[in-house]
């Protein structure tokens, strides 16, 4: 009653929650190891990967395993990745990876579309700045077809969006038993009445967690 007589405002709606993990969280910031990084940059097609990360974004994806995709957006063109399978805990992570994006090209009509889906994202091999990459990710049959996603994307100023996406993961073997990872993928967000689609290239290499460190 007394809240009709005097207007009280109604309460905002909370913020969805985004996803943390290992200390990392939206807002935050991590650093690399600043030596192994220097080590491992000459063979790599990224010519100087930062070593220190402000978090801008999160990505959060269900994987068709049962497992969990979580992605950390960075200020530097870059996402940390982590993998889990069978839980949300850090004895659950499978891999974790530091991705650098390479490329973007709008892709602007349905014909467009079908050709990345069909026959541009999943290739046998991919070249990549004079580099060869192999596919990871092959069926039994003959065709080997992009395995889809949905991310969604919690911003720092509590916006959310969801994404459809396309990937193929690609190799290519470096010194000491190490390899490049390279992701081709077909992304697809619907605004209003419209697709607005892309296809994202994206190079990557393994992270240790114990590389990591915490900023808070």
Not at 102 to 108: F, K, V
Not at 119 to 134: K, L, M, W
Not at 189 to 212: E, H, M
Request: with cysteine; hydrophobic share 35%; proline share 5%.
């Amino acid at each position: 009653m007394f809240s009709k007589l005097f207007g009280s405002k109604p309460a905002k709606p909370s913020r969805p929650e985004s996803p943390q993990i290992m200390g990392l969280y939206l807002g935050g910031s991590f650093e690399l190891d600043e030596l192994k990084l220097k080590l491992i940059t000459p063979e790599l097609t990224i010519e100087k990967p930062a070593s220190h990360h402000l978090i801008q974004a999160v990505g959060e994806a269900h994987l068709d395993s049962g497992g969990k995709m979580l992605r950390f957006y960075t200020d530097d063109d870059a996402f940390l990745q982590i993998i889990l399978d069978g839980g949300d805990t850090e004895n659950h992570i499978t891999d974790v990876k530091l991705w650098y994006f390479y490329d973007t090209q709008t892709i602007g009509n349905d014909s467009q579309w079908t050709q990345a889906l069909n026959h541009t994202i999943s290739t046998p091999t991919y070249q990549v700045d004079g580099n060869e990459f192999t596919r990871v990710w092959n069926a039994v049959g003959e065709v080997s077809p992009p395995v889809a996603v949905t991310e969604k994307t919690f911003e720092e100023d509590g916006d959310t969006s969801e994404t459809d996406q396309f990937m193929m993961l690609y190799e290519r073997p470096l010194d000491d038993d190490r390899t490049e990872s390279l992701l081709v993928v077909g992304e697809e967000k619907i605004i209003g009445n419209n697709a607005d689609r892309c296809l994202v290239i994206s190079t990557g290499f393994d992270i240790q967690p114990a590389d990591i460190r915490i900023n808070g």
